[in-house]
């Protein structure tokens, strides 16, 4: 099927569409094979800004609806359809109790590219990372497809405005390792690439891609897949890389600075002269942390590491005093380096004991922002501290703001690159490795030896 045109009947159980109007409770039943199902479903939750029904229901039958923010439809039926090359087919089943049917196709029709690539591939996880050539995917084009509610038909119809991104660089974050392991999150389908963040050069661009052309040099955040020669990514996630902002720094940009940027400006709101305790502090959001907050926020930083070297390099970042919290008391440590008052703010990546220790430091109103468990301990908080000094603990997740308020994701983005251009901050690369030695690169952030970022080339 052609984008815009109109779906066709069905014929069938390999029909695109199965008409069964009528059938059982005189209602519309739902009819879709779980695998487009879910894919489908996976479509439009992801792009649900994008998704434009001609008329919405405001109720359905049992166990479906279509959600206030997008569509939704719990499936219970049946068949595997998945039909290369991008053909996904919604197939008819052949028992179904609910009282809602759709009848579907979603047409994914593109060109496939003779090009291939090397990627980096999880197959099985907690196991090491698999080099492969895989072939360049086709750009989508939008996509239409009609469903049948109660016997109306509605045609929605989905924009994909994708880029294809020769990658230059991708950093490696804590969070890559996790998902190698299923740790993380958010799960994902095995095989599967990691790789969250990119810099690189605009190799296509899909149809209605507006913002960027071939050749635009650029920065991106993908969920997953950027660990790889190429990356298909939208249009929305890219931003241009500055002048006079190299490709290295330009991937160190989006998960460490863009996180740092809505934990100091956005959660903890920090102000000017007050005292930020950095947990992991030599770590690469550790180190973005300090150098946004002394050179932007005007802050103070107390960076608290794991040994001598890594509070040696927080100092030379910026940080006014260290803790190197493997042989001192944290608590006792910050108290004394603030005249007994504590931090303002503590910013905690470790989790555990050192969790609990952060939030002992805190000064009267103070605020705590739990950002990670690189420890491997999630903590619980023992409310009578917070009571006690009138604290405030909080969440920090930044990829989350893609989906729940667009326009703080995006500023995070744009004033970091900005920084970076006028020179205000510094990132810290503390390695690079080639795609062929990413395993290296995972065991070196896994085994603490890694201070500041880890990006990986594809050169
Ligand atoms: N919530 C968000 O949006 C967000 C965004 C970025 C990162 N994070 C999280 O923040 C944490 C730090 O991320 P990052 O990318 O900055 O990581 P990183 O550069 O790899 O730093 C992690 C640091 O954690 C410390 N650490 C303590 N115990 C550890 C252990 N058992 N294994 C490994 N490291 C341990 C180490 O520093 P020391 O040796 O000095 O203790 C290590 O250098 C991670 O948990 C990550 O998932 C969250």
Redesign the pocket.
């Known amino acids: 099927m052609e984008p815009g045109e109109p779906p066709k009947r069905a014929e069938g159980r390999r029909g695109t569409a199965h008409s069964t109007r009528g059938q059982s409770h005189g209602d519309v039943h739902l009819y879709a094979s779980p695998h487009a199902y879910q894919h489908l479903s996976a479509l439009l939750l992801k792009r649900k800004r994008h998704l434009l029904a001609r008329e919405r229901p405001q109720s359905s039958g049992a166990g479906s609806h279509f959600a206030k923010d997008g569509f939704s439809l719990p499936f219970t039926g049946c068949h595997t359809t998945f039909r290369e090359p991008c053909l996904h087919e919604i197939r008819s089943s052949d028992k179904l109790d609910g009282t809602l049917q759709i009848n579907g196709l979603v047409g994914i029709l593109g060109r496939t590219s003779a090009r291939g690539y090397r990627a980096a591939l999880c197959t099985e996880l907690g196991q090491p990372l698999q080099l492969r050539d895989v072939p360049s995917p086709p750009l989508r084009p939008h996509q239409h497809f009609c469903c049948c509610l109660n016997g109306k038909i509605y045609v929605c119809l989905l924009l994909f405005l994708q880029v294809r991104v020769g990658v230059h660089y991708c950093g490696l974050?804590?969070?890559d390792i996790?998902a190698c392991q299923g740790l993380y999150q958010e799960k994902h389908a095995l095989p599967f690439t990691p790789g969250m963040e990119f810099s690189g050069t605009v190799l296509e661009t899909g149809e209605n891609v507006r913002t960027v052309k071939e050749g635009c040099q650029v920065v991106g955040v993908t969920g997953t897949a950027a660990m790889a020669e190429e990356c298909v990514a939208d249009q929305k996630m890219l931003w241009r890389v500055p002048e006079g902002v190299s490709h290295e720094d330009a991937a160190v940009m989006p998960?460490?600075y863009g996180?740092a940027t809505v934990v100091l400006q956005h959660r903890a709101r920090v102000q000017l002269g007050e005292t930020v305790l950095v947990?992991?502090?030599?770590?690469?959001?550790?180190l973005a942390l300090i150098d946004l907050a002394v050179n932007v926020f005007k802050a103070k930083v107390i960076a608290a590491?794991?040994?001598d070297a890594?509070c040696e390099l927080a100092l030379k970042r910026g940080a006014s005093h260290s803790v190197n919290?493997?042989r001192s008391n944290l608590r006792d440590e910050v108290k004394r380096l603030t005249d007994g008052r504590g931090a303002n703010v503590a910013i905690e990546?470790?989790g555990g004991d050192i969790f609990k220790a952060a939030l002992q430091s805190l000064a009267w109103e103070g605020r705590i922002v739990v950002?990670?468990?690189?420890?491997?301990k999630i903590p619980s908080i023992p409310a009578n501290l917070l009571l006690l000094k009138n604290v405030s603990a909080m969440?920090?997740?930044?990829?989350r703001y893609q989906e729940e308020d667009f326009p703080v994701f995006s500023s995070t983005m744009s004033s970091a690159l900005q920084y970076c251009q006028e020179g205000k901050i510094h990132p810290h690369i503390g390695a690079v490795f080639k795609l062929e030695e990413v395993n290296e690169a995972f065991n070196h952030?896994?085994q603490?030896k890694?201070?500041?970022?880890?990006i990986i080339s594809m050169k």
């Open positions: 974050n804590f969070a996790l998960i460490t996180t947990t992991a502090g030599a770590g690469a959001t550790g590491a794991g040994s890594k919290y493997s990546a470790v950002m990670g468990f690189a420890g491997g969440g920090v997740y930044w990829t952030v896994l603490r890694s201070t500041g970022k880890v």
